[in-house]
């Protein structure tokens, strides 16, 4: 099991930047891919971006296309969302978790969140417009 904890959220005026940061323990963490979610009051998650922790493809909704980037630090068990431009619909609680899959045959997983065994607690972006 993955123990997931992020960092970063907070209030942020539209058009400014965040990073979110996630910091991962409990396991060998090379064979497990990465994911952001959010979900917005009275909506269902939905994905954001993902990656594997060995590196290699990133992946984003098409909303976080342009706008933010996933990034791993290895020596610090540590991802990462950069996240620029913010617009008040980026509103929601972030949420990183952890899937045990690799390889391109999985690419389609990245945005499925049942795919994903372990989660973090969330962290709260709001953005004013």
């Known amino acids: 099991q993955v123990q997931l904890v992020e960092f970063g959220g907070g209030l942020v005026q539209a058009g400014g930047s965040l990073r979110l940061a996630c910091a991962a323990s409990?396991?060998?963490?090379?064979?497990?891919?990465m994911g952001w979610f959010r979900q917005a009051p009275g909506k269902e998650r939905e994905f954001v971006a993902g990656?594997?922790?060995?590196?290699?493809?990133?992946y984003y909704s098409d909303s976080a296309k342009g706008r933010f980037t996933i990034s791993r630090d290895t020596a610090k068990n540590t991802g990462f969302l950069q996240m620029n431009s913010l617009k008040p619909e980026d509103t929601a609680v972030y949420y990183c978790?952890?899937?045990?899959?690799?390889?391109?045959?999985?690419?389609?997983?990245?945005?499925?969140?049942?795919?994903?065994?372990?989660w973090g607690q969330g962290t709260q972006v709001t953005v004013s417009s």
């Open positions: 978790a952890a899937a045990p899959f690799a390889g391109p045959q999985y690419s389609a997983s990245y945005y499925v969140d049942n795919r994903y065994d372990d």
């Open positions: 409990g396991r060998t963490f090379s064979a497990y891919a």
């Open positions: 990656m594997h922790w060995s590196g290699g493809n990133t």
